[in-house]
């Protein structure tokens, strides 16, 4: 008998700080959850021990047990270092009232960023002629959502180089600033998206178990019929999964690896508790489950089964570095701006490239 020792009374907006002071102190629990932001981070500093002995020895694990999305979300340079407890997909609201009111379908879950934009341009309207729209195609869709759809790789596998001067980025970008014409203030989503007078916004797994309109969940944007279907996709292109994970990962310090192991793989690899996950939580299991299963609990929610299983599947991820949440965040800013600017763009590109490249090797 092991007795397991649970770290409590962290309240959740103060954990990542713990993790880090725990980090700092040489504390760290032998096994412990982290969030996408943090495991590039805890990788690239040696905090995390690399699993990949503990995987060709253990016949009860395997990284086929789980989605290819999921088990991507642990690796960091081609090693897993973690393995995926819980998924959060990223989602594409659609309401229907809306499109069926301008006589338009559904999209296909194969739609592209083209058909996107040319709907979009359709449902933006000044319905009251005061000169401001005010029914739009899309809200909270920023640039690097168009990027991701469009399959671009922009930082490379090391962490050390950003490439924004291909022809693929020129036209994204050129492309994003024609949407932002038929785009709602990210600031009023939730207003726009009440009242019905928008067409589409991305929405997490998270969100959309909160507030789809089944009886039992918190009822919201009830005043019309709306589903959720993938975010649009370049057809061409090498699609990344676009979502959030939760992580567990093992102390490279721990005394005690393979009963840590037995206990990551409680969480992670037992079909109970998986299960538990996806019938319990706002998260997306992480395991290959019986279709039927994932099936039954989607039937009449407004998401496929079929929808869910396409995202999860898609076999790559956010390449992992320590700075990569921060870059990110400092790209996005910048091509916001630069999309929004009607100066000479591939100037601004040399610029922001310069920057962020800068910034990735200092």
Known sequence: MVDVV??????INDYTQWLDDAVVMGEVPDVFVMPDEKFGEYASLGVLKNLDPYLRQDDSCSESDFFPAAVQSGKYQYSQYAL?????PRLMFVNVSLLKEEGLKVPEESWTPEQFLALCRQLTRDLNHDGTPDQYGVVDYDWLDLAEASGLDLFSDDGHNVDLRGDQVRKVTETYRQLTEFMGSQTEREVLMEAGRVAFAP??????ITYNPWPWKVKKYSGFDWICI???QAADRTI???GDSLVMGMSAGTRD????????K?????????TGILEHSQGMCVLQTDKSLLDAFLDDSGLSGDTVRAIMNQEGTRVRFAKYESAREQLADRMEKAAADPEDLDLQLVEIEETIRSYLRS
């Open 203 to 208: 929405m997490s797994y998270a969100e959309f």
């Open 257 to 264: 690896g393979e009963l840590a192991w037995d206990l990551m």
């Open 6 to 11: 649970y770290e409590s009374g962290i309240r």
């Open 240 to 242: 990344r999964y676009a």
């Open 84 to 88: 995926p407890y819980m998924m959060n």
């Open 266 to 274: 409680e969480f992670c690899v037992n079909q109970t508790t998986q």
């Open 230 to 232: 993938s975010l649009p």
